[in-house]
């Protein structure tokens, strides 16, 4: 495991705060924001995370991940992770060179392939193996946007694409389960933190509201789910970056999609119930968070679909095995 | 996140890994000779002396220990992973609980050289056991309006009080006990006065009534303490300074295994019990479960290397205390939705067990409210 140097954290928040106000956000949807994806790659930051061999700015998963949540936390309207995460880690494993410009991965079918309207590159992943190839070789079927106003469209991958040999169709799911379970840890975090705010600030029957005693239970209660998300993104992270074979990467990133989906439902109905009605308008920032979390909890699978996959494979192994082989292999062991 | 809780990186280190195996190698041993038969909530109710004493024996108990008491110096994280072991196996481990997680640790550090040296090695044996002294009947969650009190007299104090929810006091051999010994009214903020001692549970005029448990079970005791002579080197630690050392041990108490694992057993047999190919909604919940489980464990590794490494993490401890027990409460009642009763012997057991303690889980260290009311102090609400 790889530890974060806190400057990079520092940076990227400080640069995300500064480029990510909430009217900018809100003018962003149905597209994305260029001056923040010119941001994020001039400096480097888009490709954390993917090796300079490939092309990428060198650092571990680990600087990625914080990217990532940075980037959920500040509700960055652009697709970051779908290259530093997702379709850039596809052509590095490909050894193709990492796709030019905003990109989006076209799984499978490519069905509601999210950021395809605003694409310059498509990293196409198919069990026939996986292409970088740009708009003239796609074609965009039906279209429209997620909660929050990230665009999708059905692609379709024109004839004479050459493929080469890459990540499975499943891998590369899991990848992006795993990039949305740290986009929704960052703005998890960010919704309590809104929370917080609001409580001291609003005032009824003559004190803040946060004097309260049901409003602190909520806020404890969304800072613990909060918590336990982040936990089982960077759970995730570890185990991946750790080197664990395919099977036990779907579990962990199960597991991590599993837990922020599912906080998701929690924090996002407290939060609007502390904030009132004011919360639930256009005016209000917090929908800039809440309605991303409701969005992501919903792409590369949900907490149903992947809690039951992560069930049958731990119930095809048997109890005897869950303590061994998966409570204690999380989060891995430092190497000796 | 920009809140104040703090979770720093979570692994434990590699040297944990020797211990591991060889806590793995004595359970699977006694459990293949039957010394035990796995159950849940052990650390309160599996009270069983002659396996303290044979852990006791192999080294495992007081491993955070001076070596001059019979500890090892070993790290805090061998202590983690040899606890969360024995809560996994589901083996009986509640006759040493008290004294070897905090009675020891605390006669250590307030203790004078007397009462260590005649008590601290016999905790590390497993043959010395403790029970807490702290919750009186009218004084449950807010701990400091106790009223027990000790009066100095020649060579000691007598104690006068009463103490209630003592788990295993009838099989214990001592508390430490929190009494005042200043008059709240006399003492300079309700926080002062308050002095620890550490109380022979057998000496004359102590008198232990069972409280029995809605299971039938006999864990819990009232003890009342009527004219009670303490002599003087049992006072443990500072006169009136009673407050703060209890305070200090919370942290110890509240985020470790024992409050995500006290159902691990149940949850192991659930997934036996349902089978290698389970419905899509078995499956999913058991998922859920252990997606928890596995995520709260990292933030209780976290807690422990944070209390490893000197900082004092007392809120994200009460943090994980209130997500783990509620998994802890979570697991049974899954459990019983997924399989009916009758099925298989093992699992109606552990599912008794379980659904039985479940409401203690969350009132026990600290009620989940009052553990929320300080989480939300820490977030920064004025």
């Excluded at chain 1, 609007?272 to 004011?278: E, K, L, V």
């Excluded at chain 2, 192991?268 to 995520?295: F, H, K, Q, Y």
Aim: proline share 5%; charged share 20%.
């Amino acid at each position: 495991m790889s530890t974060v140097d806190p400057l990079l954290i520092e940076t990227i928040e400080s640069m995300l705060g500064d480029l990510c106000e909430p009217e900018k956000v809100g003018a962003a949807e149905g597209g994305l924001d260029a001056n923040v994806w010119k941001a994020l790659t001039e400096s480097g930051m888009a490709s954390v995370g993917l090796s300079e061999s490939a092309g990428g700015s060198g650092g571990s998963l680990q600087d990625a991940a914080a990217i990532a949540k940075a980037a959920g936390r500040f509700a960055a309207p652009v697709p970051l992770t779908e290259l530093s995460l997702v379709g850039g880690w596809v052509c590095e494993q490909a050894g193709l060179a990492l796709p030019d410009g905003p990109c989006a991965v076209v799984l499978g079918d490519g069905r509601r392939t999210y950021w395809a309207p605003v694409a310059q590159s498509f990293v196409v992943v198919t069990d026939a193996g996986v292409a970088v190839v740009g708009p003239d070789a796609v074609t965009l079927g039906a279209a429209g946007v997620n909660y929050a106003g990230e665009p999708w469209a059905d692609v379709t991958v024109g004839a004479g694409v050459t493929f080469v040999a890459g990540p499975a169709v499943q891998q590369v799911q899991a990848r992006g389960a795993m990039a949305r379970a740290l986009l929704m840890a960052g703005a998890l975090g960010q919704a309590v933190e809104l929370s917080v705010q609001y409580c001291n600030e609003r005032e009824q029957f003559g004190r803040a509201i946060g004097k309260f005693q049901v409003l602190q239970q909520y806020l404890a209660q969304m800072a613990g789910e909060a918590a336990a998300a982040e936990a089982a993104a960077d759970n995730a992270v570890d185990v991946i970056s750790g080197g664990a074979g395919e099977a036990e990467v779907l579990q962990v990133v199960a597991a991590a999609k599993t837990v922020t989906g599912r906080a998701v439902g929690i924090i996002n109905r407290l939060a609007h119930q502390i904030h009132g009605a004011i919360g639930y308008t256009d005016e209000h920032r917090l929908q800039y968070s809440t309605r991303r979390l409701w969005a992501w909890r919903d792409e590369y699978g949900t907490e149903a679909e992947w809690s039951a996959s992560l069930g049958r494979s731990l119930a095809a192994a048997g109890g005897a095995a869950l303590w061994p082989k998966t409570i204690t292999a999380w989060p891995p062991a430092a190497v000796g | 996140m920009a809140n104040r809780l703090t979770f720093p990186d979570a692994a434990l280190p590699a040297s944990t890994e020797e211990i591991r195996t060889r806590i793995r190698g004595f359970l699977d041993a006694e459990l293949a000779a039957g010394t035990f038969t796995p159950r849940a909530d052990t650390w309160l109710s599996g009270h069983d002396s002659e396996f303290s004493q044979q852990l006791g024996k192999e080294g495992f108990l007081g491993l955070t220990y001076p070596k001059q008491y019979g500890g090892q110096e070993r790290s805090a994280l061998d202590r983690f992973v040899v606890v969360e072991e024995l809560l996994a196996y589901g083996a009986p481990i509640a006759a040493h609980w008290i004294a070897e997680r905090q009675s020891g640790p605390s006669i250590i550090k307030h203790g004078n050289e007397a009462l260590r040296e005649e008590l601290v090695p016999g905790i590390v044996r497993g043959e010395i056991y403790f029970s807490i002294g702290m919750s009186e009947p009218d004084s449950g969650s807010d701990l400091a309006s106790i009223r027990s009190f000790a009066k100095k007299v020649d060579g000691g104090y007598v104690v006068n009080g009463t103490k209630v929810w003592t788990s295993q006091a009838h099989n214990n051999h001592y508390f430490i006990v929190l009494v005042r010994t200043t008059p709240a009214a006399e003492s300079q903020g309700r926080h002062n006065g308050m002095s620890q001692f550490v109380l022979d549970l057998r000496s004359p005029g102590v008198e232990i009534r069972p409280i029995r448990l809605l299971s039938g079970h006999h864990h819990f005791n009232e003890v009342v303490m009527t004219d009670v002579f303490v002599p003087d080197h049992m006072l443990l630690g500072t006169e009136g300074n009673g407050w703060a050392q209890v305070i200090g041990e919370l942290a110890y108490e509240r985020s470790g295994p024992e409050r995500i694992l006290s159902t691990y057993p149940l949850l192991a047999s659930l997934v036996d019990a349902v089978g290698p190919n389970p419905s899509a909604e078995a499956a999913a919940e058991i998922g859920v479960l252990v997606s928890r489980m596995t995520a709260l464990r990292r933030l209780s590794i976290s807690v422990a290397m944070s209390l490893d490494a000197g900082r004092s993490p007392v809120t994200e401890a009460a943090l994980v205390k209130d997500l783990g027990t509620q998994l802890e409460g979570e697991i049974p009642e899954v459990a019983r939705r997924l399989v009916p009763p009758g099925r298989n012997e093992q699992f109606d057991v552990l599912l008794a067990d379980s659904i039985l303690s479940a409401p203690g889980f969350t009132l026990r260290g600290g009620t989940n409210e009052i553990l929320r009311g300080i989480v939300a102090r820490e977030l920064g609400v004025r």
